[in-house]
């Protein structure tokens, strides 16, 4: 009865190489969320999607993107990974804004070579 | 935007003891939250708590939002509530204090 999917949970790639992450809900909620993780730092949100409306943090590099196709999916990609955006990656999702009560998936750590 | 600040940034316990773990925020808000970060990274939500006080088992959670806190009790702490406990709310954003890193030893 996983609700929050992140996967794959361990992703290496290569300085330069284009990546993806994924995150899947089953909670039907309309916000989705992602947040980097740097060692021993509190997660930083990087955007969230309100149903299909994107909204970007303005401190979020360009190099970051988003994709949601549908309400269950939402997907992560990182254009051309530098060694500074290894880091835990992690996908959280809320009914809606005010009712901001978040459910988190497992995370996917990232490490750039 | 609201500031928080989480108390203490360590805490080092042995087995048994009880805690108290504090987040302050700079300005009323009205969803707050309380995360354990297990060891594999995962954020365990442990109470949405905007005001009041809620329990679950040996972890209880007060938030007075007029006076801008919240409280995270741990009694009779076990190694497995070793960790790092984050508060977080949403104020126009999704904010997370720094932390607290608990240590429970055997």
């Known amino acids: 009865d996983a609700m929050v999917i992140q996967n794959p949970r361990y992703q290496v790639t290569q300085f330069g190489k284009p990546v993806t992450l994924s995150c899947s809900q089953t909670?039907?909620?309309?916000?989705m969320y992602w947040y980097q993780q740097k060692s021993s730092q509190a997660p930083k949100l990087l955007f969230h999607y309100y149903d299909k409306d994107f909204n970007n943090e303005a401190d979020t590099p360009d190099n970051f993107q988003s994709r949601r196709p549908n309400t269950s999916f939402c997907f992560l990609d990182i254009r051309s990974p530098g060694l500074g955006d290894a880091a835990m990656y992690l996908c959280?999702?809320?009914?809606?804004?005010?009712?901001?009560?978040?459910?988190f998936g497992p995370g996917t750590r990232l490490t750039v070579t | 935007g609201i500031q928080v600040e989480q108390s203490p940034p360590d805490l080092i316990l042995q087995e048994g003891a009880n805690s108290t773990l504090r987040c302050n925020f700079s300005d009323s808000v009205n969803n707050l939250q309380w995360f354990h970060q297990n060891p594999w990274g995962q954020l365990i939500n442990l109470f949405y708590?905007?005001?009041g006080t809620k329990q679950n088992g040996r972890l209880s959670a007060t938030t007075v939002a007029t006076e801008r806190y919240s409280l995270l009790y741990i009694s009779s702490s076990q190694t497995t509530d070793s960790g790092v406990y984050f508060c977080?709310?949403?104020?126009?954003?999704?904010?997370f204090g720094d932390g607290t890193t608990l240590t429970v030893k055997p």
């Open positions: 959280a999702t809320s009914r809606d804004l005010t009712a901001w009560e978040q459910y």
């Open positions: 977080g709310f949403n104020a126009g954003k999704s904010t």
């Open positions: 909670l039907n909620h309309n916000v």
């Open positions: 708590i905007p005001s």
